[in-house]
């Protein structure tokens, strides 16, 4: 098991919860409405990648073959380019070009996707 992918899978998630508890409790009383959902967005596909990463590790450990890890490190990088992104365009209005870096992160996403499907297909057959 992928000891680096668990870890960063279990910090992603922590950060996820702790974000959006941030999010509900604090910036509701900061943020509009449209930089509130902005924010959300993030906190909502920080949370389902950080237990893909965890997957990715779990699935590491029975399936041999290198891109299931790939997939857990290509949801980290979609994480920090998607929602990083979204957080700072969230919180720092001024800052809008930031809004390039959100469609790269989810391109990280989908080859992570892919990665852990090839990665399955091609370690169970």
Do not use: N
């Not at 910090?11 to 924010?39: K, M, N, P, S, W």
């Not at 969230?90 to 800052?95: E, K, N, R, V």
């Amino acid at each position: 098991m992928s000891r680096s992918l668990l870890l960063t899978g279990s910090i992603c998630g922590g950060l996820a919860v702790a974000f959006g508890a941030f999010g509900a409790h604090t910036l509701r009383e900061i943020l509009d409405e449209e930089q509130l959902r902005i924010y959300h967005t993030g906190v909502e596909y920080q949370f389902y990648h950080s237990l893909a990463i965890l997957a990715a590790a779990i699935l590491s450990e029975r399936l041999a073959g290198k891109w299931i890890r790939i997939s857990g490190w290509l949801f980290f990088t979609g994480i920090i380019f998607f929602s990083g992104s979204l957080y700072v365009l969230a919180l720092i209005s001024t800052l809008s070009y930031f809004g390039i870096l959100t469609p790269i992160g989810g391109l990280f996403f989908l080859a992570g996707w892919t990665a852990l499907a090839a990665g399955t297909y091609t370690a169970v057959k």
